[in-house]
């Protein structure tokens, strides 16, 4: 039997008018130290987002949505923030922010594949 081992995950949300506070499930950000495991997963729905907000700029999110992906892997394109550790990228990422991409509050749970519970999330709450 597998150890079952801490991980925490944000949800990744597009806020197309910050002011209205409305907002659409794009991804999954986890991270889970003891398997070296910092991933995003995303899917943005152009056409729901377009519904919040027809003026939206979808080219401007998918470039933000790329920096955040790079970051969390630590993909040298990403600039210095990539370069710090997992845990400090992570944070950095899901730290509190008003602004078109922000992230929900951070939750812990238990696992034993980090990879597979990460789609298991993705499915559940962006797709």
């Given at each position: 039997m597998s150890e079952r081992t801490l991980y925490e995950y944000a949800i990744i949300r597009v806020v197309p008018r910050v002011e209205r506070?409305?907002?659409i499930n794009v991804g999954v950000a986890l991270y889970c130290?003891?398997?070296r495991y910092a991933q995003v997963k995303i899917y943005v729905d152009e056409a729901k987002c377009s519904m919040?907000?027809?003026a939206i700029d979808?080219?401007?999110i998918a470039k933000h949505l790329d920096s955040f992906q790079r970051i969390c892997v630590g993909d040298k394109g990403g600039g210095k923030l990539a370069m710090l550790e997992q845990a400090e990228r992570f944070r950095w990422l899901?730290?509190?922010r008003s602004t078109i991409i922000q992230?929900?509050?951070v939750h812990p749970g238990l696992?034993?594949?980090a990879e597979?519970?990460?789609q298991e999330l993705f499915e559940k709450l962006v797709l």
């Open positions: 506070d409305e907002f130290r003891k398997q919040l907000d027809p979808l080219e401007l899901t730290a509190k992230c929900s509050v696992c034993i594949s597979d519970t990460h």
